[in-house]
């Protein structure tokens, strides 16, 4: 079955940029979904990359697709304390459908 | 904004006791699931849900799990005969569509089985 794979933290300082990567096993994933946990909270979605699209920008979100290299990354621009968070990537799979998360990165803004 | 609901947000019964999580997902939407997330592991799928019947499921939901939609607006999952590993954060959503049907999730019930 899928396997996605992030890496487990990430640091930056408030105003940077931060990149969340991630990697998956399942080139016939169609669209690709972030998620963000706060704590306490569920899971909210925050974007999504169809496949066949290399990059989809939504405010200051930015989603990379490297399909043949199965890579997807997050790029967060001017970093927020409130987006300190916990952030997942989710291939759908299963023929459309089932979301299969990654490991979640929690993300650290510091001042 | 529709949101999706879920109850209780805290459950804990005994190990062997039969458990209903119950969730309202946002109102236009046909297409149901059930993930669960146990302590430190990943979000893991469980099942699908659409039209009445179940439409895909993982190798965790065994016969110790039902799920139902008992009138129009409920959406419940069902732990027959609960076990220490069943333990988790359950997670309901819903989407308008299958394919590429954002799904939109509530905000959990944590299940302790003791």
């Known amino acids: 079955g899928e396997d996605v794979e992030q890496s487990l933290f990430l640091s930056v300082r408030e105003g940077d940029s931060s990149v969340i990567n991630c990697t998956y096993t399942?080139?016939?994933?169609?669209?690709l979904y972030w998620y963000k946990q706060e704590p306490g909270a569920g899971l909210q979605l925050l974007t999504y990359i169809f496949s066949n699209m290399d990059m989809k920008q939504d405010q200051r979100l930015t989603v990379l697709l490297n399909k043949k290299d199965k890579h997807l990354s997050l790029r967060i621009a001017d970093t927020q304390t409130g987006d300190s968070a916990i952030y997942f990537c989710a291939p759908l799979t299963g023929g459309g459908n089932k979301l299969t998360f990654g490991t979640g990165t929690q993300l650290k803004v510091e001042l | 904004e529709p949101e999706v609901t879920q109850t209780p947000s805290h459950q804990v019964t005994q190990m062997g006791q039969e458990v209903i999580l119950r969730c309202v997902p946002i109102s236009n939407h046909l297409y149901f699931y059930w993930y669960r997330q146990i302590l430190g592991q990943k979000v893991e799928f469980l099942v699908s849900?659409?039209?009445?019947?179940?439409?895909?499921k993982s190798e965790i939901f065994d016969d110790q799990f039902s799920v139902e939609r008992p009138d129009g607006s409920n959406f419940t999952l069902k732990i027959r005969s609960t076990k220490l590993e069943d333990s988790a954060m359950y997670f309901c959503?819903?989407?308008?569509?299958?394919?590429?049907?954002?799904?939109?999730f509530g905000p959990g019930t944590r299940l302790t089985v003791t």
């Open positions: 959503a819903s989407s308008a569509l299958q394919g590429h049907g954002e799904q939109y």
């Open positions: 399942d080139s016939s994933s169609t669209y």
């Open positions: 849900f659409y039209n009445n019947e179940i439409s895909e």
